[in-house]
Structure formats: structure tokens, C-alpha cells
């Protein structure tokens, strides 16, 4: 059996990441994955005509750990096209349309309600279970928008752009989930707005993750699936032993799983995973959407459009600009709150959910990855459901004996995006270099 100081279980950022350090540090370290690529919740694949983002698109300065990792990698960055135009849904369900100043005059007052207590509940988004988060996660975000005094219009445009960001219907996402991201933008939701959907990597997120492998000491195994996890002796001698697919079976001194709480249950631990990661992978986390990528005739105008939450698609923009054989095109990026809303076979359902935005789009082809039924994700970008954040952040940042937890479903600052899973993957890293270095 072939023995190894570290086991790291998944190739996504946070896997990439703590096996980079703990190569780096000295360490005999194998990374496991089951995909055929690298990336995880991160995946640049070329359809309709370029190359798309499946997964994550949008990083930020104001977030740290990506940040400096795109620096360490010379990574640039560029902006998603600003709109001219803006269509919003009135609060009797009808189309409007405006300008972006139009739109964010509407919305100003709404966003700044919903999270305008986020410095008593969260005064630090690097400690996001202190503060008055503890009275106040038992909330949703559609608890906090029902007891707002806002105007019908604005309400119904607010709405909309929390169900974009959040990526499931309302009352299933925690309050807390707002409160966090804005809290990480130093209480400024008109940043945290920015930072969530503006800035894109030039040469992708398979540029940046091939970067990062490329400075892995150790080996990467693709196509490998960890089935189970079995920890034996005590002590001194402490260890795992990690079974793949194929049966072969390797013998660590420490494992770290960077699977995504709602995909954990893939694994058969023994002894069985500590009970916040039963229990919440039983519930699983809030966010339940998709994210579905449009060809559409002709060049449009740059262009956002939200839909209410009750529909296949909550937001739409415009985000490239091509030409081919067939003629120009745009190509848009929806999202909505929940996958099975929509099905991008159904080429008549896309169009009649992009009709509901906005006139004269003419829908040729539509693309998707469905990450909620992808048993290696379960998930899109991690949101809480109300009162998981303060009953189970700690717990799950813990590690069970030699066995480590690295996601970004465990992160503090930036949980449920990349920056979150490269702080966890840090995290794990540092803690397990310590625990060797001891041993
Ligand atoms: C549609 C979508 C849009 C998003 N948009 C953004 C965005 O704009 N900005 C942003 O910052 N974040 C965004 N995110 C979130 C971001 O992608 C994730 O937070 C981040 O990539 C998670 O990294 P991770 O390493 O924690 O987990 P993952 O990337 O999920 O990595 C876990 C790895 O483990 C592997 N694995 C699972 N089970 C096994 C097993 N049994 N054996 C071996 N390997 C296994 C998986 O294949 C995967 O590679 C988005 C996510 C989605 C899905």
C-alpha cells in the first residue's frame, strides 16, 4: 500500500491550494480527483462559440485570499460589460425599463434596509458567528424583506437582486447570508454588489487553476474517486487509510476533504462524520439555483434585466459580444433560483423565461451545467439556510481526528466563494503542517 504524509481529497481551489502549501512545505502529499480536470466548482469549457464560464466567473480586490493569488500568478482582471439598459419587474409583475442610475436610485434605499444593522450583527466579516448574528440567524432574508415598510416598487426590484445574489427563493436563504457578504465590504452593499458580479479573470478560471497545479510539488490523479475514508490506531501512530473507486487503497498520516457539504456524504467515513456535517449535509446548505449561458440573434444592447423569484430566471445580462458564420450574436448569462425551473434542451422554455425580461430576444441555443444534480457538487455557490451559519460554522471548521476539512462551505470571510475555499484551504494546510511537524 503506498503511504503518503497527506491525502488531499479534491482538486478545486481550496484542494489545489492546501496541497500546494503542504508540497511546498516538505510534505509527501497526493491530490484525488474524481473529475477529469482540475477546477471543481470552477470550469472555463468552450460553448456556443467561446469560452464560458460554468462555474465561478467574478472575483474581487476586496477579496483577499483570491486576490493574492491572482497576483502571485500575474492573474488580470476585466470588466463584465456595464449596462446602458435595465428591465425590472414592477410590483404588479409587469416589465420596466430604465437605466442603471434609474435602477440603483430605485433599489438604494431597500438594500441599505436589509443589511443597514450588519455592524451590530457582524462587526467583523473575518468572525461571522459574533455578534448579534446569534439572536438574528434564525431569520431569513424574505423574514427581513417582510417586515420592511418598502414602497411596492422598490420592494419588488429589491427582491429580485437578493434572489441573485443568494440563488435559491428567499425565505429558504439566511438572513446571515447578506449580512456576511456585506460585512466583508466593510458594511457598503453597494460594494458588496460590485464585487460579487463585475470583475472576470482574463484567460479564465482554467488559466488560474492550471497556474496553481503547475506549482503542486505532488501528484494530481484525475479520475480518481475516494469511496471511503477509514481512520485506525491512535496516538502516535494515528492514520487513514483512503479507498478509491478502482480499490486501491493509501495510507496517510493526515487527509483533507475539501468536498462541499452537500457532496460529503459521497464518502464512507469510519468513524462517521462528526454531527454538524451529518446534519447539515441531511439538510443541505440554501443554495439551490443555476446558471444557464444563451446565445441570442444579433448584437443587443449591454443590457441587466431581474425577474421576481417565482420565475425559471431571476437575472439576465448581456456578457459577450461574437460573430460567426451565422452572423452576430450575444451571448447572455441567466441565473435562478432553482435548477429545476429550467431546461436548457427546451429551447421554447428558455425563450418564453427570457421573454419575461425583456422584448425582441431571439433565443438560438442555450447551455448549462446543472451543479445541484452533479453528485461531485450538490451546489452552486454556498448560501446557509436560516440558523445553520451560528449552530454549525464552528463545528465544521474542526478537524476529527486525522482527517481535515478544507471548503468553502467552512470559511469565514468569503464562504461560499472562491476566496472562501482558498482561506480554508490555507486554513487546513497551516494546521496540518503544524500537527505533522509535532508528531
Ligand atoms: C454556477 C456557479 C457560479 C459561481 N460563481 C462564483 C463567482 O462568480 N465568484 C466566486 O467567487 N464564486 C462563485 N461560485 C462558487 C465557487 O465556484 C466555489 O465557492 C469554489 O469554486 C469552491 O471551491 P472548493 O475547492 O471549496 O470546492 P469544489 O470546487 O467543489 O472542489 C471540490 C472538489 O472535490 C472533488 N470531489 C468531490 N467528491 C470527490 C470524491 N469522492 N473523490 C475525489 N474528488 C471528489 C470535486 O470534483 C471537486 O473538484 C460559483 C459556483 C457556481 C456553481
Known amino acids: 500500500m503506498q503511504s503518503v504524509d497527506v491525502v488531499v481529497i479534491g482538486a478545486g481551489f481550496a484542494g ?6 503542504l508540497g511546498r512545505a516538505g510534505f509527501e502529499v497526493v491530490t484525488l480527483e474524481a473529475r477529469d480536470r482540475i477546477g471543481g466548482r470552477t470550469w472555463t469549457d468552450h460553448r456556443l462559440g467561446h469560452d464560458l464560464e460554468m462555474g465561478a466567473n467574478w472575483i474581487h480586490w476586496v477579496q483577499p485570499h483570491v486576490w493574492a493569488e491572482a497576483t502571485r500568478y500575474g492573474r488580470e482582471i476585466v470588466r463584465s460589460p456595464a449596462a446602458e439598459e435595465a428591465y425590472w419587474h414592477g410590483a404588479d409583475g409587469t416589465p420596466r425599463k430604465g437605466d442603471l442610475a434609474e435602477f440603483m436610485a430605485l433599489i438604494d434605499e431597500g438594500q441599505q434596509l436589509v443589511i443597514d444593522d450588519v455592524r451590530e450583527a457582524m462587526p467583523r466579516g473575518t468572525e461571522p458567528t459574533t455578534g448579534r448574528i446569534q439572536e438574528l440567524d434564525a431569520l431569513s432574508i424574505q423574514d427581513r424583506f417582510d417586515a420592511l415598510d418598502l414602497d411596492p416598487e422598490a420592494r419588488a426590484a429589491n427582491e429580485s437582486v437578493w434572489v441573485g445574489h443568494v440563488n435559491a427563493p428567499l425565505d429558504q436563504v439566511g438572513l446571515s447570508s447578506a449580512l456576511r ?8 452593499w453597494q460594494l458588496m454588489h460590485e464585487a460579487s458580479a463585475t470583475f472576470r479573470v482574463v484567460d479564465g478560471m482554467r488559466g488560474f487553476t492550471d497556474r496553481i497545479a503547475a506549482d503542486v510539488p505532488g501528484e494530481i490523479r484525475l479520475n480518481t474517486t475516494v469511496v471511503s475514508v477509514t481512520q485506525e490506531d491512535a496516538g502516535s501512530d494515528a492514520h487513514a487509510v483512503v479507498e478509491t473507486g478502482d480499490g486501491t487503497r493509501i495510507r496517510a498520516r493526515r487527509v483533507v476533504s475539501t468536498l462541499p457539504v452537500n457532496a460529503v456524504t459521497g464518502i464512507r467515513f469510519d468513524p462517521p462524520l462528526p454531527d454538524a456535517w451529518q446534519r447539515q449535509s441531511a439538510e443541505t446548505v440554501a443554495s439551490q439555483g443555476t446558471k444557464v449561458w444563451i446565445r441570442a440573434e444579433g448584437h443587443l444592447p449591454r443590457f441587466f434585466a431581474y425577474a421576481s423569484q417565482h420565475h425559471p430566471l431571476s437575472v439576465l445580462k448581456a456578457e459577450f459580444y461574437c460573430s460567426d458564420e451565422r452572423g452576430d450574436y450575444t451571448i447572455l448569462v441567466g441565473f435562478g433560483p432553482e435548477h429545476g425551473r429550467i431546461d436548457v434542451d427546451d429551447l421554447a422554455g428558455v425563450q418564453a423565461a427570457v421573454d419575461a425580461f425583456r422584448p425582441s430576444i431571439e433565443v438560438t441555443e442555450a447551455t448549462a451545467h446543472d451543479w445541484m444534480t452533479d453528485p461531485l457538487a450538490r451546489n452552486t455557490w454556498m448560501t446557509h439556510r436560516p440558523g445553520q451559519l451560528t449552530r454549525d460554522l464552528e463545528e465544521l471548521q474542526q478537524p476529527a481526528g486525522v482527517v481535515h476539512f478544507a471548503t468553502t462551505d467552512n470559511a ?8 472562501g475555499a482558498i482561506e480554508s484551504g490555507l486554513r487546513e494546510a497551516r494546521r496540518v503542517a503544524e500537527a505533522l511537524e509535532r508528531s
Open 16 to 21: 489545489l491550494v492546501a496541497s500546494r502549501e
Open 412 to 419: 469565514n470571510l468569503w464562504g461560499g466563494f472562491i476566496d
Open 181 to 188: 457578504w456585506v460585512s466583508a465590504t466593510g458594511g457598503h
